[in-house]
């Protein structure tokens, strides 16, 4: 059973692809990692208050095999941290918190609060900003070390596309599938 959402927020969530019903608002089901959406009625003409959380694995959690020295983890938590500090740049909203980056156990927890005053814009803004969060994730990631969990699909994706751009095979928008016509 869902939370109960304003209702243009629900509508917009319902009919974007990407998102799917959950227990506590919409799951976004394009990225790796855990992703809600929830929202409140927004004030005024104002179509939602927003809170996106996702959840990440601590380098350490993410690691395979071995653990990660407390120092290289603390610092790339910092990092992570440092880095999520911009990830409201790729929203169109300009009223929201600061990012919350909270670590407890193998778990971080990035919380976005935004206003949305358009419920399609929110809608847009909740995927862009969890896209940045799983860019920065992927941005952190340490050579050296053998990855698990979501760290390593992402790895395996990456991998993978460029292994298809290398081949050739990375899309193609010609009518023979060849790529861009000349």
């Excluded at 927020?9 to 990692?33: D, N």
């Excluded at 929202?39 to 809170?51: C, H």
């Excluded at 929201?96 to 927890?109: C, K």
């Amino acid at each position: 059973m869902t939370t109960t959402l304003p209702d243009p927020v629900e509508r917009e969530l319902e009919a974007h692809e990407a998102f799917e019903p959950a227990a506590e608002g919409y799951e976004l089901t394009t990225t790796v990692f855990d992703a809600t959406v929830t929202a409140d009625a927004g004030e005024g003409k104002r179509d939602g208050e927003f809170t996106v959380t996702v959840s990440l694995p601590t380098l350490d959690a993410a690691v395979a095999g071995e653990t990660v020295a407390q120092v290289v983890e603390d610092d790339w938590f910092e990092t992570l941290e440092r880095r999520l500090q911009d990830v409201f740049r790729v929203a169109h909203t300009s009223t929201h918190d600061d990012p919350s980056v909270s670590r407890e156990d193998e778990t971080v927890r990035v919380t976005l609060e935004y206003t949305a005053w358009n419920a399609a814009e929110g809608v847009a803004d909740a995927k862009a900003l969890v896209e940045f969060v799983e860019g920065t994730f992927a941005e952190g990631i340490i050579p050296g070390y053998d990855y698990r969990g979501p760290a390593a699909t992402l790895l395996e994706n990456a991998q993978q596309r460029g292994q298809e751009a290398a081949d050739g095979d990375g899309g193609s928008s010609g009518p023979d599938g060849g790529g861009m016509p000349m």
